[in-house]
């Protein structure tokens, strides 16, 4: 998968937030839409590559993401010229030597291996894996508006609450603000040991440097030289002769009261050059093993590092997930291809009493719907048990030349309950007489005793549509379930 | 339409639940359903797209009124037992306009305009033979068909009923619309693809697509329930302090505002969720506080201009440390790293004293230092109980809309007694909680990894209940 560049990043975080509040319909057709327009050999599980693909190539017109990139080369420009005018200044101004008093050996070490161990170890400590505070630290904090003031200018006119957000958002990324300001400081570090290294060298080419340690602490020759021993430990191994040796941290003990070395007679100054400047592998050494070289691993760790996040922040990070997944993925949608008109009520039909239904002992004929085939036995008990009515005879719709207009007797309609007042049904009830009661009997033809509560609203439906489509006639619906 | 985008026209009669099923197909919750039957006048086309481009279609037809006048009428057009398809369409040109048979043209219209039918019966209702003029006219079209046992109700009619269909339909598949989850409806748009040769390379890449848009839909669920919980677990809120006033005096201030963010974060992820299954209508229930008691922690801290004051003294501090070793620097290391010392010294001193300036008198500052503090930072809200019952609404949620058919009318419920974390084997809630207790140790933004495995581990679940 293709990692991203810093300046990619930062152009795709400054693209999110513009797009903040947009719709994500409008966003995710839109990212399709690029998607699509893609060069097909992005494979598209390639989300850093299809990300790429959403900044703006132009080179007339440097996006927020290179002038970021730019700004930060400068910066980096400066620290390394910074260090090395430190470094430079430092290890010149440790290393001058007048002729007066030798140079202290262990200022030296204090100095440039020293305060570099301290530094490296409070580097160490900040690396530490980690949960971030709540509360920015005071270095992030400083980082963070140094960045958002830097930003103001990269990014001319953008609201600063979204470039407030943006820098804080950058950190996010598994810690990229951190890893930069780490490499940032390892840019400074490697100049500095690298001029320090250079200006000592300088010294020691150039002019006759007499080295001598000297302290006011109860600090002897021997424990001195078990620490230079164990500094020396890293390179023993392959510059054995560039370990200091007991005699030369005897012999170039240094007092400043007397002005003198102190194994040498009041007023005899001269000792062995190579004892005097013996010191200088030493010291050259230890700036190199505990200045020069964590700085380069760190160095090299850090740019690692920032690759591996540019790299698996295409994957991980869940904003960009979601806009290389809509590049890639189609949008499905649903049209209606004409207005749909919403459910309109059916209009109230005429409100009233129904008709009276004539008491037990009545004859009445049955209109039998064509769908249902009870028997007429059957008919017969039901009709019975349900309204005391005997029946007089059984049509079908076809026989319906036949039903007279009998006033007095009523017209038993029976239909499936499970079926609804359909246009072909009214069309049967219209062609009936008017003078006669129609009773529409409505049955379950597989009643098995259970009641479905949706054959009490279907019958409803009957009364409510017969009584506004039908209103003319004598209608009354009816179940045609046995009463309990 | 080209001809190879398949059209589908559900018919049948009325109130058997056509736009119950084409709103489930179609994912579409405004398709016009109702109770009443003839809610559906109109032939109304739903034209499933694939970036832009219509891989089906499916008409939402008014049903059968009355077939068995309009199969009379039919048969009387008919010169030739081979031109059936004539006599239909000479049926529909005779009535189109007239007052008679509205819905019999209106439905069979778009079949012989080459639509494939899908007949629509209710499985739960007993079958009966006055069925028999609609599926006849249907088979008279000569147009591929398919039968689908819709189940309305409760009753079990179903073998009746495919034995009756299997006299007119090559093909009959029982589709419950109201029940059917994603791979119920994957299931049915296969068995389109059996109707005819011709609809398959489009109907493939429908089913293709929708598979990668349900992975879609349930990572993007998966991101807004996570968002949802790490707003429970960092959102803070920060209060300035009047003279005199302590922290407890404005915890119940700060409790409220916490508990309303959270309810709108919460709202916001619900509809996020409904929004990504396709849901327009629904709502969510809001979060009832009252149950828990909340116990907010309150963080102490001085700020001037976004700065704690102690970080103020410390880059002050370090600021004239810096510009003392310069000093040094250029003394060439013989000043002892005095200059560093002295500068760190003012420039703390001037900090501290600038920073007084701008909140009153040193004195005030010094007061305030050993009184208290001005701004008291107060929350999370969400940890211990109050996260897991947001998390439970989040997913009861999530797994009831990734269940749910677009048919379904009505309000969603989620039931309180159905604790879905609860349920959970250890080893995956012990997940979850360590992922809590990460995250709630962080700032506002959390880092892309926490972010995205948080959000796995709820996509995993969403997976499962699907799967369930």
């Known amino acids: 998968m293709s990692g991203l560049g810093l300046a990619d990043l930062f152009d795709l975080e400054s693209l999110v937030l513009k797009e903040k509040g947009e719709s994500e319909e409008a966003r995710r057709s839109r990212y399709r839409d690029r998607g699509r327009l893609l060069d097909q050999g992005i494979p598209p599980e390639d989300a850093g590559a299809l990300l790429q693909s959403l900044i703006p190539r132009d080179l007339s017109s440097p996006t927020p993401g290179t002038r970021f990139e730019a700004a930060l080369g400068w910066f980096h420009s400066f620290l390394a010229l910074s260090g090395l005018l430190c470094g430079a200044v430092i290890s010149l101004g440790l290393l001058h030597y007048t002729g007066d008093h030798p140079v202290n050996v262990l200022n030296v070490l204090a100095a440039l291996v020293g305060v570099q161990l301290v530094l490296l ?57 951190r890893w930069l300001l780490v490499r940032a400081a390892q840019i400074f570090g490697v100049s500095f040991n690298l001029a320090a290294l250079a200006g000592c060298l300088y010294r020691i080419v150039f002019s006759d440097v007499a080295f001598g340690w000297s302290t006011t602490l109860h600090f002897n020759a021997t424990t001195f030289h078990g620490i230079a021993e164990a500094l020396s430990s890293p390179w023993a191994w392959i510059f054995p002769h560039e370990v200091p040796s007991q005699q030369m941290v005897e012999l170039t003990q240094y007092s400043h009261l007397e002005g003198k070395y102190l194994l040498r007679a009041a007023g005899d100054r001269s000792l062995n050059p190579w004892i005097v400047g013996g010191w200088w592998p030493f010291l050259i050494l230890s700036i190199g093993t505990y200045g020069l070289l964590p700085r380069l691993i760190v160095l090299a760790l850090s740019g690692l590092r920032i690759r591996r996040i540019l790299r698996e922040t295409p994957g991980r990070n869940e904003e960009f997930r979601r806009m290389a997944e809509w590049m890639k993925l189609p949008v499905v949608s649903t049209r209606a291809d004409s207005p749909i008109s919403s459910p309109t009520a059916a209009p109230e039909g005429r409100s009233g009493p129904d008709p009276e239904l004539p008491p037990p002992g009545a004859s009445c004929d049955i209109l039998l719907d064509g769908s249902l085939d009870p028997g007429r036995d059957f008919l017969d008990r039901l009709v019975q048990d349900r309204f005391g009515w005997t029946i007089s005879d059984v049509l079908a719709p076809k026989d319906l030349d036949r039903i007279q207009g009998t006033p007095d007797r009523p017209l038993l309609a029976v239909f499936s309950a499970w079926e609804e007042p359909t246009k072909g049904r009214q069309r049967l009830l219209r062609g009936l007489p008017k003078n006669r009661l129609i009773v529409i009997g409505l049955l379950n033809p597989s009643a098995n005793g259970s009641q479905d509560p949706r054959l009490e609203r279907i019958r409803e439906r009957w009364k409510r549509q017969l009584q506004r489509d039908l209103g003319d006639l004598r209608l009354r619906v009816e179940s045609l379930e046995r009463r309990p | ?199 398959r390379t489009s109907l493939d890449r429908a089913i293709d697509v929708l598979r990668g848009e349900q992975r879609h839909r349930r990572r993007e669920s998966a991101r807004a329930i996570s968002t949802l919980l790490i707003s429970a677990l960092t959102q803070r809120v920060e209060l300035e302090l009047k003279p005199g006033e302590r922290a407890e005096d404005r915890h119940e201030d700060a409790l409220g505002r916490l508990q309303n963010l959270l309810r709108d974060r919460e709202r916001h992820a619900h509809e996020e969720i409904f929004r990504q299954y396709c849901f327009t209508r629904l709502k969510s229930s809001e979060l009832n506080f009252a149950v828990f008691k909340e116990d907010l922690f309150a963080e102490k801290t001085w700020q001037v201009l976004g700065l704690t004051h102690g970080q103020l003294l410390v880059a002050g501090a370090l600021g004239g440390a810096g510009v003392g070793l310069g000093i040094d620097v250029a003394a060439g290391g013989h000043t002892f790293l005095l200059a560093s010392v002295i500068g760190g010294v003012v420039g703390g001193t001037a900090a501290f004293l600038r920073s007084g300036k701008k909140l009153g008198s040193p004195w005030k500052v010094i007061k305030n230092i050993i009184g208290g503090s001005r701004i008291v930072r107060f929350g999370p809200l969400g940890k211990d109980k109050l996260i897991w019952v947001v998390l439970d609404r989040a997913l009861i949620y999530a797994r009831s809309i990734s269940k749910r058919a677009h048919s379904v009318q009505g309000e969603l419920t989620v039931s309180g007694n159905d604790p879905i974390a609860r349920g959970l084997p250890a080893d995956v809630r012990t997940k979850a909680g360590k992922l809590f207790s990460r995250i709630s140790r962080q700032s506002q933004d959390v880092p892309d990894d926490l972010t995205s495995e948080l959000r796995e581990w709820i996509e995993q679940r969403l997976e499962e209940f699907e799967r369930a």
């Open chain 1, 121 to 177: 170890l409070l580097l160490v400590i900040a690396l530490i894996p980690r949960n971030r505070k709540r509360v920015p630290g005071l270095v992030q904090e400083f980082l963070l508006r140094g960045l958002q003031r830097f930003m103001t200018r990269v990014m001319p006119g953008s609201d600063p609450h979204l470039l407030k957000d943006l820098v804080r958002r950058l950190d996010a990324h598994m810690g990229l603000t």
């Open chain 2, 1 to 199: 339409v080209s001809a190879a985008v398949p059209v589908f026209v559900v018919v049948g009669r009325v109130n058997k639940g056509k736009s119950s099923i084409v709103a489930t197909l179609a994912e579409r919750d405004t398709v016009p359903i109702s109770d009443e039957p003839g809610t559906t006048r109109e032939a109304n086309r739903y034209s499933r797209d694939v970036d832009g481009t219509i891989v089906f279609t499916l008409v939402d037809t008014p049903g059968f009124q009355d077939a068995p006048a309009a199969l009379e009428q039919i048969r009387k057009l008919r010169t030739d037992a081979s031109v059936s398809d004539q006599a239909v369409k000479a049926f529909v040109d005779a009535y189109r306009n007239s007052r008679e048979f509205v819905e019999e043209t209106r439905l069979l219209a778009p079949i012989l305009e080459g639509g494939r039918i899908l007949y629509v019966v209710d499985g739960t209702v007993p079958y009966s033979g006055d069925f028999e003029a609609e599926m006849e006219i249907l088979r008279w079209t000569g147009r591929p068909r398919m039968a689908l046992v819709n189940r309305i109700g409760t009753g079990d009619y179903v073998d009746e009923w495919k034995k009756a269909l299997g006299q007119y339909f090559s093909l009959v598949r029982e589709f419950d619309a109201n029940r059917a989850g994603f791979d119920d409806r994957i299931r049915l748009l296969e068995s389109f693809r059996e109707l005819d040769e011709e609809s």
